[in-house]
């Protein structure tokens, strides 16, 4: 199993990003896929999370009208379109994903927003 997420980087406040995370070794269309992010010396916090079809999302209250989590099923790809980002969205941002075996994450991809 394998998971890469990228397109993180530095935006301003109020600016957009849009991450992806590419996923190999397992059936990807029969999965939820989730993201999460971490700020350093904070516990990992569950952002958002798309069925397997892509047609229900479920979204941390912090999130919810600025963030937008999709899948395209033929690219083994979930993305996190992230808007009006707040200083506080400072974090290692994750995808996620949890299989009978267990579950896995990918490296994270860095977003900082900072002026």
């Known amino acids: 199993v394998q998971l890469v997420e990228s397109g993180g980087g530095l935006v301003q406040p109020g600016g957009s990003l849009r991450l992806s995370c590419a996923a190999s070794?397992?059936?990807?269309?029969?999965?939820?896929m989730r993201w999460y992010r971490q700020v350093p010396g904070k516990e990992r916090e569950w952002v958002a999370t798309v069925t397997i079809g892509g047609g229900i999302r479920n979204y941390a209250d912090s999130v919810k009208g600025r963030f937008t989590i999709s899948r395209d099923n033929a690219k083994n790809t979930v993305y996190l379109q992230m808007n009006s980002l707040t200083f506080e969205e400072t974090a290692v941002y994750y995808c996620?994903?949890?299989?009978?075996?267990?579950?896995?994450w990918g490296q994270g991809t860095q977003v900082t927003v900072s002026s």
């Open positions: 070794g397992f059936p990807f269309s029969a999965y939820p």
């Open positions: 996620n994903v949890m299989l009978s075996v267990g579950q896995y």
